[in-house]
């Protein structure tokens, strides 16, 4: 589905306008997403591994649930929104603890012009694995690592071709964020 996403400046204030979200990768408009990282209360973080139907980095594994926000919603909306729609997991906006806002200004050779600000969230996921609804467009598979399960294969990740490796710094932080609410 093509959706229309709220144009911003390089400085995140919006710009009053909006329009697709194929012509916002075509042209590189600034815009927002919204990124959930679920953990749980024994030190596990669901990573999600893009589907194999996605443009950009096919198979990789990333954060638990990440989309676009949509024009008019808010950043929390959308993450509540695309929880569900990824997941089949109902969050409350209450659930939602933000990490803060990354800047990720990427091209692919593919002519994605990436220029998004990630609104980065954590919540704890309350329910088994198993009870999650992944949509296939978006999700290929799902699983629970320890935290040094995520480090280990984010010290490796220039040479394993499991993270997105251009991302590590960001997952560095959010590691970092929810080991903290943890202990």
């Not at 144009?7 to 995140?12: G, H, M, S, V, Y």
């Not at 594994?61 to 950043?75: F, I, K, L, Y």
């Not at 593919?110 to 609104?119: A, L, Q, R, T």
């Not at 198993?130 to 280990?152: G, P």
Request: glycine share 4%; net charge negative.
């Amino acid at each position: 589905m093509d959706e229309y996403i709220d144009i911003l400046t390089k400085d995140q204030k919006f710009t009053g306008r909006s329009c697709l979200k194929s012509e916002i990768h075509q042209k590189g408009h600034y815009h927002n997403t919204a990124h959930v990282w679920l953990y749980t209360k024994t030190g596990h973080i669901l990573l999600a591994q893009r589907s194999a139907k996605k443009i950009v980095c096919p198979l990789l594994w990333d954060v638990s649930v990440a989309g676009h926000v949509d024009a008019g919603e808010t950043n929390e909306q959308a993450a509540v929104r695309e929880t569900f729609e990824e997941l089949g997991l109902t969050l409350s906006e209450n659930s939602l603890e933000k990490i803060g806002v990354f800047e990720c200004f990427q091209s692919y050779p593919n002519g994605i012009i990436d220029n998004e600000f990630h609104h980065t969230y954590m919540a704890e996921l309350e329910v088994d694995i198993n009870e999650l609804t992944k949509n296939d467009e978006e999700v290929e598979a799902l699983k629970l690592v320890s935290f040094d399960t995520f480090e280990s294969l984010l010290n490796q990740s220039n040479t394993n071709h499991h993270f997105i490796a251009s991302n590590s710094n960001y997952y560095k932080i959010v590691v970092h964020h929810i080991k903290n609410k943890l202990t």
